[in-house]
């Protein structure tokens, strides 16, 4: 199916097509189908090939890589499939992770916990020399050239001081020693949107929206926290009909986001950020991804 011929397809069928995450590469393109655009975040992305630990801007880095080298951890590769004792240690870490405040499996653009998953998923893993895992990630592919990005991203509740930073720094190793240019550390809702973009009802939504992803996502701390690994901040648009149909549509995804998700589907933003243990979302990203949202506010994917 063609991208007019989806268009067409939601008219047939009375809904309103919109397309989350979209880049800036096929703004053009939607512009000419007579749709609109909102700028909804940017997605981080490190450029691994001039990421540096050196000096005093990376002194903090350096401590933490330092200090858990000196404790005993290390980040250990796990390549599919995973053995039965390893997916028991795994999913022991995924369960105390969701006991914590806010923690629970969602879906659509957040990951969550599914067996055959993450048996068939390349892990990394934060262990210590006398086996235990204090966190992992899983990663995925996000279908450009070149970059790496990750899913899961969970500890557990008595994970050592500053665990997130030495995954994070560990995959921006791990990613250049395996010949990748640039990690996905994933989408920040309203990160870096001109203040100016929007007007009238845009103005309204954006508002809104803002309110309830900063609830939900600590938006701002999330922002901080991704900026002190100086990522290039890219633009991420909501694309839709009209500006009518944006409080269904935003409706629409957050009804998803509490839907099992069905793993395979192409725009993901990872787990969903834990400030009190410095982690942090990561994910795959694709133009295509659409929200059918009816008038009722309902949705169908």
């Known amino acids: 199916m063609g991208f007019e011929d989806l268009l067409d397809f939601c008219d047939l069928n009375g809904w309103s097509p919109a397309f989350h995450h979209a880049t800036p590469k096929r703004l053009g393109a939607y512009r000419r189908a007579g749709l609109l655009s909102l700028r909804i975040g940017a997605e981080a992305v490190v450029d691994v090939d001039t990421f540096s630990t050196a000096g005093n801007a990376g002194k903090a880095f350096r401590n933490v890589l330092n200090r858990f080298a000196r404790d005993g951890w290390s980040l250990v590769e796990w390549t599919p499939p995973q053995t039965e004792e390893r997916m028991r240690e795994l999913k022991a870490v995924s369960d105390e992770w969701l006991t914590l405040e806010g923690r629970r499996e969602r879906g659509f653009t957040l990951g969550a916990w599914e067996d055959a998953y993450i048996r068939d998923s390349t892990i990394l893993a934060v262990q210590h020399r006398d086996g235990r895992v204090a966190a992992f990630v899983n990663l995925i592919h996000d279908g450009v050239p070149g970059e790496m990005t990750f899913d899961l991203m969970r500890h557990r509740t008595d994970a050592p001081n500053g665990a997130m930073d030495f995954v994070m720094l560990s995959m921006i190793a791990y990613a250049r020693d395996h010949g990748f240019h640039a990690l996905s550390l994933g989408m920040v809702p309203f990160a870096d949107t001109p203040a100016d973009e929007d007007a009238g009802v845009r103005q309204g939504a954006l508002s809104l929206l803002t309110r309830n992803f900063d609830r939900i996502f600590a938006a701002s701390t999330l922002f901080t926290y991704k900026d002190k690994f100086h990522p ?44 009190a243990a410095s982690s942090t979302v990561g994910g795959e990203r694709a133009d295509s991804a659409t929200v059918p949202a009816s008038g009722r506010g309902e949705a169908a994917r």
């Open 232 to 275: 290039r901040w890219d633009p991420r648009y909501l694309v839709y009909k009209s500006d009518a149909a944006l409080p269904a549509i935003g409706l629409a995804i957050a009804r998803l986001g509490e839907r099992p998700f069905a793993h395979g589907a192409a725009d993901r933003d990872g787990d969903a950020f834990d400030p």
